[in-house]
Every structure is written in structure tokens, then in C-alpha cells.
């Protein structure tokens, strides 16, 4: 059904992540993992249970003067794509559309939410979750040029994971991420164990597959000139644009 559908769309292949696929579809590992694990009991032994150098950066992201908040207001969401946005620019990804965040929140109810680091009024750190079986998947998250030295980052993680076993919560799933990357540093680090993921790939005959791999060297330059866009520019582009990339 997946390959009649993609020849009446003429689209370029079809993925399928995970799960079993015909013979004749051509098989992709090593490229991806996923990482999850168990919650601990209370706060301190969630701290405790980051390896000694990450949670250094935790202690350090504690001892600013940092709020949290957590919520699915307006307020929430503009602080949320704010910091999304200008992530994925520094990284040089188009953005997605912010009705696309606003969807999943109105969709999934009280199953979602955001949770934001502020630094005064200004937000500087900010991811939107899901909730679904007793698992926290941080969905959508970043931070700014000044998460880094705040260590916003570190610190929206952790208050991550302690709001969620506030919520009732055992299991947090980090997510999928490229092999040798640096998400995937950096949830290694955090005492995650990467877990090999599986993809299928198909393409109708006489079509090249679809590469959107952004580690391609054919998308370092585009990757580079996107970094360089003002933030105004990369805001009105990108939506148009990560349509075609997701």
C-alpha cells in the first residue's frame, strides 16, 4: 500500500522507520539510535544518576539564577518558538511552522506541555514534551547563544525529568539521534545507552531515493549560509522550506 501510494504522489521513496519490511526494500542501520532509561526515585537520585562530568554542568545550571516554568499558555508558546527557532538557526535547519507546535499542543491536551528556562524575563531555554505511557519524550527543544554559558540547556534536562515523575512518569526517551553527532555526544554523556535503530528505505524503479541526510556534503554549504541568516530572515523562509524536509 506504502509503494502504490508513493507512486500516485510520485514521491521520491518511502521510509519506514522501524517495524519489518519486503526483501526487495533496501535496509539502513548504524545511522541512528535511540536513547531512553528509567527515572529515578526522587530529585537527588536523578542528579546522582548523571555521570560525574554532565553533572557538573547540572550543579553549574542550578547554582544560576535561573527560573522554570512549565504550561501550554500563550505565554509558553511564544517563549517556545522563540528559542526553537533561533536554535535550529544556529544550527543551520529551517524551522517548522509555529502552527505545527500549536496543533500538537491543542491536540494532545494535557498529554504535552512546555517547560522554558528563563534568565529575568528572558527566555533562553525551551523544550515541548510529550507524555504517553508513563514516558517523558522531550519532542522539540533548544536554546540560545547564552543557554551555552548558563547552562540552560543542562538544567532544562534535568528539571525535565523531575517534572516529569512529578507527573508520574518511570521512563525518559531522549529520542533518536544521528550516529557520531552531537546530540548523540551529548545524550551519551548523560549516562544514556544508544540503542541501534533500523530503517527501510524504498524507491519506485528508475527513481534515485530522496536525500535529506544533513550530514551530505552536498548540504554543508546551504547548512553554512543558513547559520549567516538574520533571525527575522530564517523565520519567514524556513517554514516554506522544512515542508519538504520532514
Not at 507512486?7 to 535511540?34: F, M, Q
Not at 551530505?216 to 522550506?241: E, Q
Amino acid at each position: 500500500a506504502a509503494e502504490e501510494l508513493a507512486a500516485r504522489l510520485c514521491a521520491a521513496s518511502v521510509e519506514l522507520r522501524g517495524g519489518s519490511a519486503p526483501a526487495d526494500w533496501t535496509t539502513i542501520s548504524g545511522k541512528h539510535a535511540n536513547f531512553a532509561a528509567e527515572l529515578a526515585a526522587d530529585d537527588e537520585a536523578q542528579l546522582l544518576a548523571i555521570p560525574r562530568k554532565a553533572r557538573a554542568e547540572v550543579r553549574k545550571g542550578l547554582k544560576h539564577d535561573l527560573t522554570v516554568t512549565t504550561g501550554t499558555a500563550e505565554t509558553d508558546r511564544a517563549a517556545h518558538y522563540a528559542v526553537y527557532a533561533q536554535s535550529v538557526r544556529n544550527l543551520g535547519t529551517p524551522v517548522f511552522p509555529r502552527t505545527l507546535f500549536d496543533a500538537v499542543l491543542d491536540r494532545f491536551g494535557g498529554d504535552a506541555d512546555i517547560l522554558t528556562v528563563r534568565q529575568g524575563e528572558l527566555p533562553v531555554a525551551s523544550v515541548l514534551s510529550l507524555y504517553h505511557r508513563g514516558t517523558v519524550m522531550p519532542f522539540w527543544g533548544g536554546g540560545t547563544w547564552s543557554a551555552r554559558g548558563l547552562r540552560a540547556n543542562e538544567r532544562m534536562y534535568y528539571e525535565l525529568m523531575t517534572h516529569a515523575r512529578r507527573r508520574g512518569c518511570t521512563r525518559f526517551d531522549f529520542g533518536r539521534s544521528k550516529t557520531g553527532s552531537g546530540p548523540y555526544a551529548f545524550k551519551k554523556n548523560w549516562g544514556f545507552t544508544p540503542a541501534p535503530l533500523t530503517y527501510y528505505q524504498w524507491s519506485p524503479p528508475g527513481t534515485a531515493p530522496r536525500n535529506i541526510d544533513p550530514t551530505d556534503a552536498g548540504y554543508s554549504a546551504k547548512i553554512a549560509l543558513w547559520k549567516r541568516l538574520p533571525l527575522p530572515v530564517a523565520n519567514r523562509l524556513g517554514p516554506w522550506i522544512a515542508r519538504g524536509l520532514g
